[in-house]
Antibody, heavy 119, light 111 residues
Framework: QVQLAQSGTEVKKPGSSVRVSCQAF????????INWVRQAPGQGLEWMAR????????NYADSFQGRLTIGADTFTNSVYMDLTSLTSNDTATYFC????????????WGQGTLVIVSS | HSVLTQPSSVSGAPGQRVTMSCTGS?????????VHWYQQFPGKAPQLLIY???SRPAGVPDRFSGSRSGTSASLAITGLQAEDEADYFC????????????FGTGTKVIV
């Protein structure tokens, strides 16, 4: 069973950028689909993007178009998320999660990375 | 951001049965897309609880069950236990949006 380990807490200034990484252990990505989901403090879950590392296929939510870039490094079995032009509204916990190949449920999650945007 | 609507909280005594709804529309649940449910404890990542409307991953007790009908889905917990106190989110797919996945607003279960 794959386990996903994410990078640590980030504190950023408004207008800056952040990279959050997610590394898979216990298995390679294979044909896995990795998603990014975020959760603002006390709020619900918001889907951001997904990538199929072996194919390089990318999908983004409209609300992040132009500010979000995701990518993968198959040699290190990791994916990353770059978010630019940060505002206080981007303060949230960011999760990577593996999507089932059978349907679109998310069956393995990283532990989450807290990103705080504050001046 | 949430396209799917859930009650903000439900409560029950230990041993009771509670249910929570996940209400969507004809572009998501009503279009026949499966509904999945996640359980989340404070400060932790969500965990898959129910997939494809009514299937349980290995290790999930059969006290948890799901169903889908029309434009809504439901999650039921029978024999409620103190350890079930958590947040629960539903998830589906919406054909009218560019987003791959849509989530519910979340329901806090209070035991």
């Amino acid at each position: 069973q794959v386990q996903l380990a994410q990078s640590g807490t980030e504190v950023k200034k408004p207008g800056s950028s952040v990279r959050v990484s997610c590394q898979a252990f216990g298995d390679t990505f294979g044909n896995d689909i990795i998603n990014w989901v975020r959760q603002a403090p006390g709020q619900g879950l918001e889907w951001m993007a997904r990538i199929i590392p072996v194919l390089g296929t990318l999908n983004y939510a409209d609300s992040f178009q132009g500010r979000l870039t995701i990518g993968a490094d198959t040699f290190t079995n990791s994916v990353y998320m770059d978010l630019t032009s940060l505002t206080s509204n981007d303060t949230a916990t960011y999760f990577c999660a593996r999507e089932s190949i059978a349907d679109d449920w998310l069956d393995a999650w990283g532990q989450g990375t807290l990103v705080i945007v504050s001046s | 951001h949430s396209v799917l609507t859930q009650p903000s909280s439900v409560s029950g005594a230990p041993g009771q049965r509670v249910t929570m709804s996940c209400t969507g529309s004809n572009s998501n649940i009503g279009a026949g897309h499966h509904v999945h449910w996640y359980q989340q404890f404070p400060g932790k990542a969500p965990q898959l609880l129910i997939y494809a409307d009514n299937s349980r991953p290995a290790g999930v007790p059969d006290r948890f069950s799901g169903s889908r009908s029309g434009t809504s889905a439901s999650l039921a917990i029978t024999g409620l236990q103190a350890e079930d106190e958590a947040d629960y989110f539903c998830q589906s797919y919406d054909t009218s949006l560019s987003t791959s996945k849509v989530f519910g607003t979340g329901t806090k279960v209070i035991v």
